[in-house]
C-alpha cells in the first residue's frame, strides 16, 4: 500500500482546509526518523507562530493554520490517505453499541422506574425517544451537565438496553460485526502516534514553568513576551472580577465583560500582555484590587507566550483525539492502552492517572478536554474503563483530597466519574474482591473529616464551612453507588472485603455515635443558637446508606452474624462511660431496679446514635431471617448488656418528651429543629424508628416490670407515680402531665408498632399501604403530598404506585387544583389513632375527621386500635409489658385520679392513651384466646384488670374504674371508647369461660351477657331514636321553609300577573304591528324607526365612602377604576415591527392588521372621583415615605391598586348618563321624506365647505375644497345641517369634563407611550381608537367563547364597556370643535365620494369599524355654531347614525369583495338566490370599474358567501357600538346563539336589507362615483392582480400556540435548540412565546438587545413587539410559564401540564411524564384575550414578594 508521500499533494481534495500554506512533505512519515523528535520540532516551529496573537485571536485563522500545518499531515500519515475520505468511510462502517452522548448543564435526562437498574442510569432525548421505555413508566430530569448517556450498556438496564439507533445493524449496515476494523498499518501508525501526542498533551497540560518550555520545545531565541493570566474560580462573583479588571487595567467596561464571560467560559484568560515587568505588576494590581472586594485574591499568572501557546494547542490536540475515538474501537483500544503504560520499573504513574492526579490544578476549559476524551475513550469500551476504574480507586484519596480542597463544581472535577463506574454493578464487585473500595472509601472519610473531631474523637461541626462539608458529601455519596447492586452470590473474598468495609466504616459511625451533646440549659436561654444542620445533613445522607450495609448484612447469613458482632462491639465500646457511677435503686409496687444514675435532664446528651440504631437495624433482620437462633454463638448473653443497648435509644426519646414539655426552652431553636428531623421522613427509619426498635428489643429481653422501671426512670417520673402529692406549681405538674403523655405513647409504640419486617410477619408492601392508609385518614391528598411523606430507598423510590389503588381510589382535578387520592371505604377499619409517625397535629386532625366520619354514618365515636399482626418468636415476649405488675399500677393510678377529679393531675389525652393500652392488652388477650387453647394462654391482662389488690391504692380494679369513668363530665367525648373497652372485657371473659368448664358459672355468665347485651341493644336503639328524631325535625324545618315560600307566591302573585299580562299587552301590539311591516319598532337602533333608549336610573355606590349617588350629568364625577393597556391580541400580521413610541405617530386610520391596539378594562368597581383623588393622594404619600419598599406598582405612570378587588389599574372612567333620545315618529316621517343620502351628503359637504371657507380668511387654508358636483341644489346653503332639528349640548359639571380629560390624556399617554399632553391634538384620535378597539377585543372573546353577543357579558365588563362608550361621546365637549372637525373630515374622506384628502389611504389600508366609531362620535361637531355649542337632535342623529353606517358598511363590503376575488371556490353550490343574484350583478359593475382586474368568473353565490360571513364581526361590533351608545335595547335573537338568526337580527337592528348587495341598489347614484374611486385606487388595483395580498375577512381570531400533547416533545425541540446568536455549548434556557411559537434564548447576556439604552434580555425585548409589552412565555426546561409586562414586572404561572395525577410540576422535579390539560390552556388563552395578564402579574406579586428581586429586565 501507498504511503502518503507517494500520493502526491493531497491539498486539494481537502477542500476546505486548504490553507494558507501548501502542507509541506511532513517529515515524519519517513519512518527514518523518529517520530516523536519530528512531531516536537514541528510543533516548536508552529505552534508559537499560530497562537501568537493571544489577546486579540483570530480564532478562525488559527483553526486554519493548525490544520495546515499541523493536523492535516499528521492525520495523512496515520490513516495514509486523505483523512476525509478516510474518515468518511469509518463512519459509515456502523457505529458503537454506546450512545455515550455527555449531557450538558440543564440538558434533559429522562430514566425509566421499571427497568433502570438504579436511577443514575439514564438516556439522551434521541436514545429515550427510540427505546422501549418511552411507554414505561419514566422520568425526565434536567442534567446538572458531566454525565453520559447509558443506552448500550447492558449492565444499566434490566430490560431494553439498546435504542433502535444504537442496536447493532440498526444504522443500515449490513454487516453484523458493527465496528469496522482498522488494517494493521493504521494500527501501527496509531501505535506510533498516539504515544508522542498523548505525552506532548500530558507533559504540556502539567506544566509548571512559566518562563521556560521543555528542552525539545525551545528552538528559538526567547523573547520577552508574556501575557498576564487570569483564572476562573467559584468565590468571585461577575460584577467581582469586571470591577477588579476595570480598577487594575484601567480598562473599560466593555473589556472587562468581555475577558469575564471568557474567562468563566474557558477557564482562563490573558488579560495582558507585554514584558515579564509590566504582566508582573498587572497581576499584582488584580490580586490587590479583588482582595479589596472579596476575601481572596484573584487567581493571576504571568506565562511566557510560548507556554501558553502550547498549552493552548494541547488541548486542540486533545479533542482532535476525541473526535478520532468516536471513529473506532481499535483507536480506543490503542488509546487506552498508550494511557494506562507505566513506565518499566518506574514508580510514576501512567498518563491517564497523573492527568486525573493534576486535575483539580487545571483549569476549567482543560478539564473540560479531558473529561471528555475519558468518556470518548475509557468509557466506551468496558475492559478498559474497569482499567480506570482500577487506577481511579488507587488514587481515590489523593484525588477526593484535592477535589475538596479545589474550588470548582463537583461536575468540574474528575471525582464527579465515579458515579460512572461505581454503579456499573459487576465493576462495583470487582472494585469491592480486587480494590477494597469500601475500605479505601470510608478510610478517605476518616482522613478528610478529622478536622471535625473533638477531643472525646466524636464529630463536632461547629463552625464548619458549608462548602467543604458538600465537598465531603460527594465522598458519602460514593459509598452509596458501591452499594447500589446487592449481591445475589457471595464469594468468600466478596464476604471478607465487605466485612472489612463494614468494620471501616463502624469507625466512621464511632465517631458519630453520641456526638455533638448537648446539656439542658437552666436559668439562662444559651447566647448563639449552634449549628445543627451539618450533622443532621450527614445523618441524611447517610440514612439509605446505613440501609443498604444493613441489607447487604442480611442477604448471608454468615456475614450478618459476624457483622452483628462487630457492631455489638463498637456499640458497647462506646457506652463505657458513665461506668464509674454507684448504682442505685429503685422500688416500686414489689419490684426492684438497680441502675447507674442518669438524669437526661441534667446529664448531656446526644441525639446521634447511628451505631445502635444500626445494630437495632441488624437485630430485626436475624429476627426476619431466623438467624437469630445462632446469635449466642456470635455474643454471648453475658457479653449482650441489654440494658446498655436500651440506654442511649432511650434518653434520645426522652429527649423529646422533655422537649415537648418544654422543659428544653432555653436550648433554643436548634434542639427544635434537630428533635423535629429525629422524627421527620427524611431520617426517622434511621434515627426515631431505629430508638423504637431498640426498646422493642429491649422489651422483648429485659424483665417487664424491670423494663417499665427503667422507663418511668429515665422519664423521670418515678415520684409521679408513687403516692406522694406533687407540688402545687402550675408549671411543674404540666411537665408532669406532659412527660407522662409522651411516655404513655411510647409504651403504646412498644406494643403496638410491629410494621416492620421482622418484628412481625410483614411485607415492605404491607408497611407502606399502612402508612398511606394514616396519611388519608387525616384528608384525601395528592400523589406528590403522599410521596412527600414517605420515606424514599436509595433508588429514590416509596414504592407508592404498587400499593396505592389497593387502599385508595384517584379524584381527577378541576381547572386549578390538583387530583388527590381518597382512602377506600374498606380501609377505614385499619385506622390507629397513636400511629407512630404521626405528628401531634396530624394525630389530632386524623382523630378529628375520623371521628367527623362516624357521627356522620350515625356510628358510635369510638377509635380502638385495630388489632395488631402478631410479633414474630425473638419479639412475642414484648407484650408482658402489658399485663406486669408495674403496667397495671400505672394504668389504675391514672384511671384513679381521672375518677377522684384530681384535675390537675390528669388530661384527656392521658386517659385515651390508658383506654388505648387497655385496648391493646384486650385486644391480646382475645387473639391469643382465639388461636390457642385457655390453659396454654398464660397472658392473663383480663385477670390483672379485674383482680383486686390487697392495698389501699388497688382497692378497686380497673373494670370498676371504667364504669366510674363513664360519669366523669370532663369525658364525655371518651364514652364511646369506654363502651367499646368494656365490651371487650366482656368478649374476652366469654372466651375463658367458654373454654374452661362449662359448669362453672355457666348461667351467671350469660345472665350477664345478656344484661350487658340488653344495655348494648338500649344504646343503639338510643341511638336510633337520636337519629330519626333528627331526620324529623329537619323534615319540619323544609316543610315550614317551602310553606313561607308558598305564602309568598300568593301574596305577590297579583303583582307577578300583572306585569305578565302588561308584558303580554305590549307584545300584542307589536305584533300587530310587525305583522303589517314585519318589523320590530323597538329593537331597532338606526334610522328614522330607531326604538327609544332604555335608561334606567343609575344610582351606584362608591366602594371607598359606601354613600350612594345617582348618576347626572350635573352631578359630582363618580369613575371607575380602569386599565388601559397597549395590545396585539387581535394582531393579523405578528412579524410586522410595532413602533415602540408613538411621538410621530398618526392614530386616526387603523390599518386592517390591527397590529396594535389600545385596550381599556376595568374591575368595575365605582368610586367617587374626590374620594379616588384622596385614595390615590394618600397611597402615593404612603409609597414615598417607604423608600426602600419595592413598588408593585409605578405611582409615577398613575398606576394604583383597586381598593376593593386590588387588580391593577391605571387610570378611571368617567360614568357619564346616556342621554335620553326619542323620536317622534311624525317628525321622522316628514324628515324622512326630505333626507335621503344624496341630499344629506349634500348638506355635509355644504357645511364642510362652508367651514374651510370662514377658517380660510383667517388663517391658511385647512381645509381643501370640496367638489361641489352633483345636483348643486342651490337651496342648500351652510346652516341648512341645522334645519333638521338641533339641541343644546349637554351640560357636565366640572367635575364630569375634568375626569374626561384626565382619562383620556391617560389613554394617549398609554397608547402611544408618550409624555401627557392635554393639548395634544390627537387625544380625541385615542379617545375613538381605543373605544373601537375595546369592542373589537369583547366581540373576538364572546365570538370564540361561543358566547351571544348580548347579556352574556361578565358584569365588569358590562360596565366597563357601557361607561366606555358614554366617555367616548362625551369627550368630544372637552375638545376644541375645529379639531375634532378637522379629525371628522379627514375620517369622511374615506367614505364620501366627492371628497378625497391627500393622506386619505386607500379602502384597503383601514379598519372601517374604526371609521365608523370615530365618525359617529365626531359628527356633531359638524354642528357647532361660533360660539354656540349645538347638536343634532334625535331625529337628525338618527340620520347621520344611518348614512355614516351605511357608507361604512358599503366600504366594507367593497373590502370584503376585493380581498376575496382571488378565492377559488372549495364546493360548488347551486345556490342561486336572490342574493347571489344580486352579488353576479354588483360584480359585474366593479369589474367595468376596475378595468377587468376584477374577474367576473367568480359565482356570485361564492361572493355572497364570503360577504356573508366575512362582514358578521363589523355587523357584531357595530350592533355592540350603537347599543351601548344609544341604549336601544337589541332583538332577542342577539341574546342567542344561533348563526342564522344572528345575522337577519343584525341586519333588523342595524336597519339594512338582509341582502346587503341591495344597499348598493338603493344608493346606486350616489354610490357610483365613489365605487370608481375606490376601484381606480393603485392599491386595490395591485391587490386584484395579485401583487399584493389584502387582508381576508373575518379576520382569523388569534389563539395561543399549539402545544404538543406529550411535555418531552417540547423537551425534545429545547435540546435541539441552538441560540442564533453563539455557538458555544453552554447552557440555555430556551423560552417558547406563547403567542407566537417564537423559542427564545433566555437569560443569557448573548441574545441581550439594547433598546433606547438599555440592556434587555431576549423575552423582554421581544415581548415589546410580540405583545406590545405583554406577553407569556412557557419556560420549557422549567416547565413554568412566565407572564411579563414591561421591563420590570413578570410573574410565574403553573404550565398547563399535568402528570397522571393531575399535578404540574414545577421545575420538572418529580420528573413525571407530562401531558397537555386543554382546560389549563384555554384558561391562559383566555387570561390573553381578556387582557388580564397585567392583573395577574400584579396580584402574584402582591401575594408572592419573592419575585421582587427578580430582574425580570434581562429575562
Ligand atoms: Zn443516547
Ligand atoms: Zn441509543
Ligand atoms: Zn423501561
Ligand atoms: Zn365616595
Ligand atoms: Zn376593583
Ligand atoms: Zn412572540
Ligand atoms: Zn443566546
Not at 508559537?48 to 492525520?75: G, H, R, T, W
Not at 496515520?78 to 452522548?101: A, H, I, V, Y
Not at 363513664?966 to 369461660?993: C, G, H, S, Y
Not at 341630499?1239 to 357645511?1247: A, D, F, P
Request: net charge negative; aromatic share 8%.
Amino acid at each position: 500500500m501507498a504511503d502518503g508521500a507517494d500520493r502526491g499533494p493531497v491539498a486539494g481534495a481537502a477542500g476546505g482546509r486548504a490553507a494558507a500554506q501548501a502542507p509541506e512533505p511532513a517529515m515524519w512519515c519517513d519512518e527514518r526518523f523518529d517520530f516523536q523528535a519530528t512531531f516536537l520540532q514541528c510543533l516548536a516551529k508552529h505552534v508559537p507562530n499560530i497562537y501568537s496573537a493571544e489577546m486579540d485571536p483570530l480564532v478562525e485563522k488559527q483553526e486554519e493554520m493548525v490544520q495546515a500545518a499541523i493536523l492535516y499531515p499528521l492525520e495523512c500519515y496515520l490513516f495514509g490517505e486523505d483523512p476525509d475520505m478516510f474518515l468518511e468511510k469509518l463512519q459509515q462502517s456502523g457505529t458503537s453499541q454506546l450512545c455515550g452522548k455527555v449531557f450538558k448543564g440543564g440538558e434533559t435526562t429522562y430514566s425509566c422506574r421499571d427497568c433502570a437498574v438504579d436511577p443514575t442510569c439514564v438516556l439522551c432525548i434521541d436514545c429515550f425517544q427510540n427505546s422501549i421505555h418511552k411507554n414505561h413508566r419514566y422520568k425526565m430530569h434536567s442534567s446538572t451537565g458531566g454525565g453520559f448517556c447509558d443506552c448500550g450498556d447492558t449492565e444499566a438496564w434490566k430490560a431494553g438496553p439498546l435504542c433502535t439507533k444504537h442496536e447493532p445493524g440498526a444504522s443500515g449496515s449490513p454487516k453484523e460485526n458493527s465496528e469496522c476494523q482498522l488494517n494493521e498499518e493504521i494500527m501501527e501508525h496509531s501505535r506510533r502516534v498516539f504515544p508522542s501526542v498523548i505525552k506532548y498533551i500530558v507533559d504540556m497540560l502539567i506544566w509548571e514553568e512559566e518562563k521556560e518550555l521543555p528542552e525539545e520545545l525551545t528552538i528559538r531565541e526567547k523573547v520577552d513576551s508574556y501575557y498576564c493570566v487570569l483564572f476562573n474560580d467559584e468565590h468571585h462573583s461577575y460584577d467581582h472580577v469586571i470591577y477588579s479588571l476595570q480598577r487594575a487595567l484601567g480598562c473599560e467596561l466593555g473589556e472587562a465583560q468581555l475577558h469575564t464571560t471568557a474567562i468563566d467560559k474557558e477557564g482562563r484568560r490573558a488579560v495582558k500582555a507585554g514584558h515579564y515587568a509590566s504582566c508582573q505588576e498587572a497581576k499584582e494590581e488584580i490580586k490587590r484590587h479583588s482582595e479589596n472586594v472579596s476575601q481572596r485574591p484573584l487567581h493571576v499568572e504571568v506565562l511566557h507566550a510560548d507556554v501558553m501557546a502550547h498549552q493552548k494547542f494541547a488541548l486542540r490536540l486533545g479533542s482532535w483525539l476525541n473526535k478520532l475515538m468516536s471513529y473506532s474501537s481499535d483507536f480506543r483500544q490503542i488509546f487506552c492502552q498508550i494511557c494506562l503504560k507505566e513506565e518499566a520499573g518506574s514508580e510514576k504513574p501512567c498518563f491517564i492517572s497523573k492527568l486525573m492526579l493534576w486535575d483539580a490544578r487545571l483549569h476549567k476549559g482543560a478539564r473540560k478536554v479531558l473529561h471528555e476524551l475519558i468518556f470518548s475513550s475509557f468509557f466506551m469500551e468496558m475492559e478498559y474503563k474497569k482499567s480506570f476504574a482500577v487506577e481511579f480507586v488507587k488514587y481515590y484519596k489523593a484525588l477526593q483530597k484535592e477535589y475538596i480542597s479545589d474550588d470548582h463544581d463537583r461536575f468540574l472535577s474528575v471525582t464527579a466519574l465515579s458515579v460512572q463506574m461505581f454503579t456499573v454493578p459487576t465493576l462495583a464487585r470487582h472494585l469491592i474482591e480486587e480494590q477494597n473500595v469500601i475500605t479505601t472509601i470510608t478510610e478517605t472519610l476518616l482522613e478528610v473529616l478529622p478536622e471535625y473531631l473533638d477531643k472525646n474523637d466524636k464529630f463536632n461541626f461547629q463552625g464548619y464551612s458549608q462548602d467543604k462539608l458538600t465537598r465531603v458529601y460527594s465522598v458519602i455519596f460514593d459509598l452509596r453507588y458501591i452499594l447500589v447492586s446487592k449481591p445475589t452470590v457471595w464469594t468468600d473474598r466478596l464476604r471478607e472485603r465487605f466485612l472489612e468495609g463494614f468494620v471501616s466504616f463502624l469507625r466512621v459511625l464511632t465517631c458519630m455515635q453520641g456526638m455533638e451533646e448537648i446539656k439542658r440549659q437552666i436559668g439562662q436561654h444559651i447566647e448563639v443558637d449552634p449549628d445543627w444542620e451539618a450533622a443532621i445533613t450527614i445523618q441524611m445522607q447517610l440514612k439509605n446508606i446505613l440501609l443498604m450495609f444493613q441489607e447487604w448484612c442480611a442477604s448471608d447469613e454468615e456475614l450478618l452474624l459476624r457483622s452483628y458482632r462487630e457492631c455489638h462491639k463498637a456499640v458497647m465500646r462506646c457506652s463505657m462511660n458513665g461506668r464509674s457511677r454507684e448504682k442505685t435503686v429503685f422500688h416500686l409496687c414489689g419490684h426492684t431496679l438497680e441502675s447507674r444514675p442518669y438524669r437526661v435532664s441534667a446529664d448531656p446528651v446526644s441525639i446521634h446514635l447511628p451505631l445502635s440504631r444500626t445494630l437495632a437495624g441488624l437485630h430485626v433482620r436475624l429476627s426476619k431471617t431466623g438467624a437469630i437462633s445462632r446469635l449466642h454463638e456470635f455474643v454471648s448473653p453475658e457479653e449482650f448488656q441489654v440494658e446498655l443497648l436500651v440506654e442511649y435509644p432511650l434518653r434520645c426519646l426522652v429527649l423529646v418528651a422533655q422537649v415537648a414539655a418544654e422543659m428544653w426552652r432555653r436550648n433554643g431553636l436548634s434542639l427544635i429543629s434537630q428533635v423535629f428531623y429525629y422524627q421527620d421522613v427524611k431520617c426517622r427509619e434511621e434515627m426515631y424508628d431505629k430508638d423504637i426498635i431498640m426498646l422493642q428489643i429491649g422489651a422483648s429481653l429485659m424483665d417487664p416490670n424491670q423494663f417499665l422501671l427503667l422507663i418511668l426512670q429515665r422519664y423521670e417520673l418515678a415520684d409521679a407515680f408513687k403516692k406522694i402529692k406533687p407540688t402545687k406549681d402550675q408549671d411543674l405538674i404540666k411537665q408532669y402531665n406532659v412527660l407522662i403523655e409522651e411516655m404513655l405513647q411510647i409504651l403504646i409504640y412498644i406494643v403496638g408498632e410491629r410494621y416492620v419486617p421482622g418484628i412481625s410477619n410483614v411485607t415492605k408492601e404491607d408497611v407502606i399501604m399502612r402508612e398511606i392508609i394514616h396519611l388519608l385518614c387525616i384528608e384525601p391528598m395528592a400523589h406528590s403530598a403522599i410521596t412527600k411523606s414517605l420515606p424514599e430507598n436509595e433508588n429514590n423510590e416509596t414504592g407508592l404506585e404498587n400499593v396505592i389503588n389497593k387502599v385508595a381510589t384517584f379524584k381527577k382535578p378541576g381547572v386549578s387544583g390538583h387530583g388527590v387520592y381518597e382512602l377506600k371505604d374498606e380501609c377505614l377499619k385499619e385506622f390507629n389513632m397513636f400511629f407512630y409517625h404521626y405528628t401531634k397535629t396530624q394525630h389530632s386532625k386524623a382523630e378529628h375527621t375520623q371521628k367527623k366520619r362516624r357521627k356522620q354514618e350515625n356510628r358510635d365515636e369510638a377509635l380502638p386500635p385495630p388489632p395488631p399482626p402478631d410479633f414474630s418468636p425473638a419479639f412475642s415476649n414484648v407484650v408482658r409489658i402489658l399485663n406486669c405488675d408495674v403496667m397495671m399500677h400505672i394504668l389504675r393510678t391514672l384511671l384513679q385520679r381521672a375518677v377522684e377529679l384530681e384535675t390537675h393531675l390528669w388530661t384527656e389525652a392521658m386517659i385515651q392513651m390508658v383506654l388505648h393500652l387497655l385496648s391493646l392488652g384486650l385486644l391480646e388477650e382475645k387473639q391469643q384466646l382465639q388461636k390457642s387453647p385457655e390453659e396454654e394462654v398464660t397472658f392473663d391482662f383480663y385477670h390483672k384488670a379485674t383482680r383486686m389488690g390487697s392495698s389501699a391504692l388497688n382497692a378497686v380494679n380497673v373494670l370498676m374504674l371504667l364504669e366510674k369513668l363513664k360519669r366523669v363530665p370532663q369525658l364525655e367525648a371518651q364514652k364511646d371508647t369506654v363502651n367499646w373497652i368494656l365490651q371487650m372485657f366482656d368478649v374476652v371473659k366469654r372466651l375463658r369461660e367458654k373454654s374452661s368448664l362449662v359448669t362453672v358459672g355457666a348461667t351467671s355468665g350469660s345472665e350477664a351477657t345478656k344484661g350487658d347485651e340488653s344495655t348494648q341493644d338500649k344504646e343503639k336503639a338510643e341511638r336510633k331514636r337520636k337519629a330519626e328524631a333528627a331526620r324529623l325535625h329537619r323534615q319540619k324545618i323544609m316543610a315550614q321553609m317551602s310553606a313561607l315560600q308558598r305564602n309568598f307566591i300568593e301574596t305577590h302573585k297579583l303583582l307577578y300577573e300583572n306585569t305578565l299580562e302588561a308584558q303580554g299587552k305590549d307584545d300584542a301590539i307589536m305584533e300587530e304591528e310587525s305583522t303589517s311591516s314585519a318589523i320590530d319598532y323597538s329593537r331597532i337602533a338606526l334610522g328614522p324607526k330607531r326604538g327609544p333608549s332604555v335608561i334606567e336610573k343609575e344610582v351606584l355606590t362608591c366602594i371607598l365612602c359606601q354613600e350612594e349617588q345617582e348618576v347626572k350629568f350635573e352631578s359630582a364625577a363618580m369613575v371607575l377604576s380602569a386599565c388601559v393597556q397597549k395590545s396585539t391580541a387581535l394582531t393579523q400580521n405578528r412579524s410586522r415591527i410595532l413602533e415602540l413610541s408613538g411621538d410621530t405617530l398618526d392614530p386616526l386610520f387603523m390599518h386592517p392588521d390591527l397590529p396594535c391596539g389600545t385596550h381599556t378594562g376595568s374591575c368595575g368597581h365605582v368610586m367617587h372621583a374626590a374620594c379616588w383623588q384622596k385614595y390615590f393622594e394618600a397611597m402615593q404619600l404612603n409609597f414615598r415615605q417607604r423608600l426602600h419598599v419595592e413598588q408593585i406598582f409605578d405611582l409615577e405612570n398613575g398606576e394604583y391598586l383597586c381598593p376593593l378587588c386590588k387588580s391593577l389599574c391605571n387610570t378611571v372612567i368617567p360614568v357619564v348618563p346616556l342621554q335620553a333620545q326619542k323620536i317622534n315618529s311624525e317628525d321622522a316621517e316628514a324628515v324622512a321624506q326630505i333626507l335621503s343620502l344624496a341630499r344629506w351628503l349634500e348638506i355635509v359637504t355644504v357645511r364642510i365647505s362652508g367651514y374651510s371657507v370662514k377658517n380660510a380668511k383667517g388663517e391658511k387654508q385647512s381645509l381643501p375644497p370640496f367638489t361641489n358636483k352633483g345636483t348643486g341644489n342651490s337651496t342648500l346653503e351652510f346652516h341648512s345641517i341645522l334645519s333638521f332639528g338641533v339641541q343644546s349640548s349637554a351640560k357636565y359639571s366640572s367635575s364630569i369634563k375634568e375626569m374626561l380629560i384626565l382619562f383620556a390624556t391617560t389613554i394617549y399617554r398609554v397608547g402611544l407611550k408618550v409624555a401627557p399632553n392635554e393639548a395634544d391634538s390627537r387625544i380625541p384620535m385615542m379617545t375613538w381608537s381605543t373605544c373601537a378597539f375595546t369592542i373589537q377585543c369583547i366581540e373576538n372573546l364572546l365570538e370564540t367563547e361561543g358566547k351571544p353577543l348580548f347579556g352574556s357579558l361578565q358584569n365588569r365588563q358590562h360596565s366597563g364597556l357601557k361607561a366606555l362608550v358614554q366617555f367616548a361621546a362625551a369627550q368630544r365637549t372637552t375638545s376644541p370643535q375645529l379639531l375634532i372637525q378637522k379629525h371628522l373630515i379627514r375620517l369622511l374622506g374615506v367614505l364620501l365620494p366627492n371628497y378625497k384628502g391627500e393622506d386619505t389611504p386607500s379602502l384597503l389600508e383601514v379598519d372601517m369599524f374604526h371609521i365608523l366609531v370615530g365618525a359617529v362620535l365626531s359628527f356633531p361637531s359638524l354642528y357647532w355654531e361660533d360660539a354656540v355649542d349645538l347638536q343634532p337632535s334625535s331625529v337628525s342623529s338618527a340620520y347621520n347614525h344611518l348614512y355614516l353606517f351605511h357608507l361604512t358598511t358599503l366600504a366594507h363590503i367593497m373590502q370584503i369583495v376585493i380581498s376575496s376575488a382571488t378565492e377559488s371556490p372549495t364546493a360548488h353550490s347551486s345556490d342561486n338566490g336572490e342574493e347571489a343574484q344580486s352579488a353576479q350583478s354588483f360584480c359585474r359593475e366593479v369589474c367595468q370599474y376596475t378595468s377587468g382586474c376584477f374577474s367576473q368568473d367568480i359565482p356570485g353565490w361564492l361572493v355572497w358567501d364570503c360577504v356573508k360571513k366575512g362582514i358578521m364581526p363589523y355587523l357584531r361590533c357595530a350592533a355592540l357600538f350603537f347599543h351601548y351608545l344609544l341604549g336601544v335595547s337589541p332583538p332577542e335573537e342577539l341574546l342567542q346563539v344561533s348563526e342564522e338568526g344572528q345575522f337577519k337580527a343584525l341586519c333588523s337592528y342595524l336597519s339594512l336589507p338582509t341582502n346587503l348587495f341591495l344597499l348598493f341598489h338603493e344608493y346606486w347614484d350616489t354610490v357610483n362615483p365613489l365605487l370608481q374611486r375606490w376601484c381606480a385606487d393603485p392599491v386595490v388595483l395591485s391587490c386584484l392582480k395579485g401583487k399584493s395580498i389584502a387582508i381576508r375577512y373575518p379576520r382569523k381570531r388569534n389563539h395561543l400556540i399549539e402545544l404538543p400533547e406529550d411535555y418531552s416533545c417540547l423537551l425534545n425541540q429545547a435540546s435541539q435548540f441552538r441560540c442564533p446568536r453563539s455557538s458555544d455549548d453552554e447552557q440555555k434556557h430556551p423560552v417558547l412565546c406563547l403567542f407566537c411559537g417564537a423559542m427564545l434564548c433566555s437569560q443569557n447576556t448573548c441574545c441581550q438587545e439594547l433598546v433606547n439604552g438599555e440592556e434587555l434580555g431576549a423575552c423582554t425585548s421581544h415581548a415589546l413587539q410580540c405583545g406590545a409589552g405583554v406577553c407569556m412565555f412557557l419556560k420549557i426546561r422549567e416547565c413554568k410559564v412566565v407572564l411579563i409586562e414591561g421591563k420590570t414586572r413578570g410573574c410565574l404561572y403553573p404550565a398547563p401540564y399535568l402528570d397522571e395525577y393531575g399535578e404540574t410540576d414545577p421545575g420538572l422535579k418529580r420528573g413525571n411524564p407530562l401531558h397537555l390539560c386543554q382546560e389549563r390552556y384555554r384558561k391562559l388563552h383566555l387570561l390573553w384575550q381578556q387582557h388580564c395578564i397585567i392583573e395577574e402579574i400584579a396580584r402574584s406579586q402582591e401575594t408572592n414578594q419573592i419575585f421582587f428581586g427578580f430582574n425580570w429586565q434581562l429575562l
